[in-house]
T-cell receptor, first 111, second 116 residues
Framework: QKEVEQDPGPLSVPEGAIVSLNCTYS??????FMWYRQYSRKGPELLMYTYSSGNKEDGRFTAQVDKSSKYISLFIRDSQPSDSATYLC???????????FGSGTRLQVQP | EAQVTQNPRYLITVTGKKLTVTCSQNMNHEYMSWYRQDPGLGLRQIYY???????DKGDVPEGYKVSRKEKRNFPLILESPSPNQTSLYFCASSQGSASGDQETQYFGPGTRLLVL
């Protein structure tokens, strides 16, 4: 069983929709949580980083962490065609630097 | 411009022919690592380095070697490549901190390797 599970999609939504992307994890040692965005033929780029339960907002993006349920989410408001990419959740255990990634969810925002 | 560069970007080789993928960062970062990305499996860490001459295995180190002789460079070596090493490879770097808190990892553009 993978330590981090993520629905691969693809997820197709119309422009302007609210997008919800999710990951679950099994190891309570994970303490830091990230969302990366990866465009086709590019390396991942960090979108959001949080280390506590609750919500963190940055523009149209909101990251949510529920450590009790071992569940993290990324919400994208007013989605744009430029948001079309693969979104990867990643987590780090306390005192470590190695990232454990989910398999990624491919998102397509239709104009 | 702050960046992580990798070369080559694309490589086709044959089984058993030694190859090296270079990685260089211009941000004076202490921490560097290599990942491979495969469909359905996401990114998995191969090796990492906390600083010059300090390297350690990640989750999938078999068949790979690394070296860190200079702070800016972290080459990935496949001494005898096999078809199951066909993958997309990413190098990443971050500043590193004594507290151990996670900080932003910057990824290179990727190297697509095909082993025949």
């Amino acid at each position: 069983q993978k330590e981090v599970e993520q629905d691969p999609g693809p997820l197709s939504v119309p422009e302007g929709a609210i997008v919800s992307l999710n990951c679950t994890y099994s190891n309570s040692a994970f303490q830091y949580f990230m969302w990366y965005r990866q465009y086709s033929r590019k390396g991942p780029e960090l979108l959001m980083y949080t280390y506590s339960s609750g919500n963190k907002e940055d523009g149209r993006f909101t990251a949510q962490v529920d450590k009790s349920s071992k569940y993290i989410s990324l919400f994208i408001r007013d989605s744009q065609p430029s948001d079309s990419a693969t979104y990867l959740c990643a987590m780090v255990k306390a005192g470590r630097r190695a990232l454990t990634f989910g398999s990624g969810t491919r998102l397509q925002v239709q104009p | 411009e702050a960046q992580v560069t990798q070369n080559p970007r694309y490589l086709i080789t044959v089984t058993g022919k030694k190859l090296t993928v270079t990685c260089s960062q211009n941000m004076n970062h202490e921490y560097m690592s290599w990942y491979r990305q495969d469909p359905g499996l996401g990114l998995r860490q191969i090796y990492y380095s906390m600083n010059v001459e300090v390297t350690d295995k990640g989750d999938v180190p078999e068949g790979y070697k690394v070296s860190r002789k200079e702070k800016r460079n972290f080459p990935l070596i496949l001494e005898s490549p096999s078809p199951n090493q066909t993958s997309l490879y990413f190098c990443a770097s971050s500043q590193g901190s004594a507290s151990g808190d996670q900080e932003t990892q910057y990824f290179g553009p990727g190297t697509r390797l095909l082993v025949l």
